[in-house]
Every structure is written in structure tokens, then in C-alpha cells.
């Protein structure tokens, strides 16, 4: 009979013993839903340290306030999409609709997703237009960064070996109308070719008072696309395609994108789509 390795596993119900784990472990692998991380180790054994976070209570909160929103990591994609989440967050309810079907909804994470920092992570779209925060905490401190300083490449965070992401931090934008958008092969379990988020405010006059448009699947990391939100600040809504299409014609409108060709799309469609995607997302938050 083959004997198989026996890693290392911790399933801890509170936080404290969690992070004491990672402080006392090296080369621990961190789990929530694993719906990526066990997909990637298909037919080979476990041979790593694992923490299972999915029984600790306190990464899996809903917390709205009156100027922040606080999303535990460990909510799932189905728990946001019964959760009665205020307005500004309807492109985040969105993208965990879109997210594989109803069993990844139901196991994955919203922490997951943004700790595996793949180019075309649904989450992180919304949350970059949303102006997202995360909130680490060690054994020892606690830090909050931007997402955008969070993510620093294809797989790559700045969670450091002993951290663990708690929750995610959105300030309250009552104002604020937020759409998502998603292109692929099919509606469901799909990776994406193009991810639009955009959250947009009017003013009294219906002029653009404020925007964030975010792109994913389109670079190394989502981008937020400010050249494109400059020039349409301060658009009146019955120029607003008029000035999108004007915008398409300068290639500075879409800096910071750098799309590439593989299997599922070329890096010519996924610009024009994403072209065609930012253009809908902003008529359909037309005032």
C-alpha cells in the first residue's frame, strides 16, 4: 500500500488562533473556500502546512456603518448576494452573481478572490471602483492599504507571510450608483475576457460630479482608468457618448491597459471590448 505524505492542518474557530499558526509556521497555506486553490492541485496529494479559516467567525461579518462598509474575507459570493448591502455596492452584488456557478458562489470568498490576485478576479473590478480598502492583521499589528497597493501582480499580494486578510473596508458613497459588467464564453463558470466596473455621481445640473471606472482581465493587475474618468468629469448626461466616442479616438483614454493574446481572446478584442463595455456601464448610470 502507498503511504502518502501527511501535511500539517489547522481548522481554528477564532482569530487569535489563526494568526498564532502563521506566526509560529513557515510555509503555511492559507484557505478559505479553496475553490482555486484545490482546482490547482488536482490529483496530487496535500504535501503543505494548510490553515482552514472558513470557521472563524470573525472574517465572515457584514458590517454597514454609517461611513464604512466592512466586508469580512471570509463572506462568500452567495452570502453577498442575499446580503441587504446599501446601494453604492450593487456593482460588487453584480460581479458575486457572475462568479462560476452556485456551488463556487456558495464556497468562495471574497478575501479568496482578491489573495489569489488573478488578472481576472471578479472582486476586484467593483472594489477598485469603489475606492476599496483591506485590513491585515498579524499576530502582532493590524495595517490597512488600498487594493490598489494590496495587488502587485499576477498572483502576487503584499500579504506578508504571518497576515492574514481580515475584512475589506468600503467608505460610504450614499450618492454614488455603481454598475458591473462581465464578457466571456458563457454566462456562467467562465474566466472573464473583459470586467468593467464603474461608480458614477451626478450633480444637480446632471453633469458628471464624480467617476471610477475600473477594467480587469486587461492587464497584469485591474486598473483604474483615470485619463478616461478626467476627461469625462464635468460631461453633461446628453453628451455623454458623444464625449465617450470622442475619447475612444485618443489612445491615451485607455493607458494603462495592456491586454494580451491567448486561448480565450486577443489583445485587439479585449481593448475593443472593453471600449464597448465602459460605454454601455456608463449609459446604463445615465440620471
Not at 41 to 65: T, Y
Not at 183 to 188: D, E, K
Request: charged fraction near 20%; charge should be positive.
Amino acid at each position: 500500500m502507498l503511504a502518502l505524505p501527511q501535511a500539517e492542518y489547522w481548522r481554528p474557530e477564532a482569530l487569535s488562533e489563526g494568526l498564532r499558526v502563521l506566526q509560529n509556521h513557515s510555509g503555511v497555506h492559507v484557505v478559505a473556500g479553496g475553490t482555486d486553490w484545490y482546482a490547482a492541485r488536482v490529483g496530487r496529494p496535500v504535501e503543505v502546512p494548510m490553515l482552514d479559516i472558513s470557521a472563524i467567525a470573525a472574517l465572515q461579518q457584514i458590517d454597514i456603518g454609517r461611513e464604512s462598509i466592512r466586508l469580512g474575507a471570509g463572506v462568500s459570493w452567495a452570502r453577498l448576494q442575499a446580503a441587504d448591502l446599501a446601494g453604492e455596492l450593487t456593482c460588487l452584488a453584480q460581479a458575486a452573481r457572475d462568479v462560476g456557478g452556485w456551488q463556487v458562489q456558495h464556497r468562495g470568498t471574497l478575501g479568496g478572490n482578491l489573495c489569489n490576485a488573478s488578472p481576472a478576479a471578479d472582486g476586484v473590478p467593483p472594489l477598485l471602483a469603489l475606492e476599496a480598502e483591506v485590513e491585515l492583521h498579524s499576530a502582532s499589528a493590524t495595517r490597512r492599504l488600498p487594493l490598489g497597493d494590496f495587488l502587485l501582480g499576477p498572483r502576487r499580494t503584499a500579504l506578508a507571510a504571518d497576515e492574514l486578510l481580515h475584512s475589506i473596508v468600503v467608505p460610504r458613497q450614499t450618492t454614488t450608483r455603481t454598475v458591473f459588467r462581465k464578457l466571456g464564453n458563457r454566462r456562467y463558470l467562465v474566466i472573464s475576457f473583459v470586467m468593467v466596473a464603474v461608480a458614477m455621481q451626478w450633480d444637480q445640473q446632471s453633469r458628471i460630479a464624480g467617476l471610477r471606472i475600473a477594467v480587469g482581465a486587461c492587464s497584469p493587475v485591474a486598473q483604474r482608468m483615470a485619463a478616461l474618468e478626467k476627461r469625462l468629469i464635468g460631461c453633461p448626461a446628453g453628451q455623454l457618448v458623444t464625449q465617450i466616442e470622442r475619447a475612444w479616438a485618443d489612445p491615451a483614454s485607455m493607458s494603462g491597459l495592456s491586454p494580451i493574446d491567448d486561448v480565450r481572446a486577443s489583445a485587439a478584442y479585449r481593448l475593443a471590448a472593453a471600449k464597448v463595455l465602459i460605454a454601455q456601464a456608463c449609459v446604463s448610470l445615465l440620471p
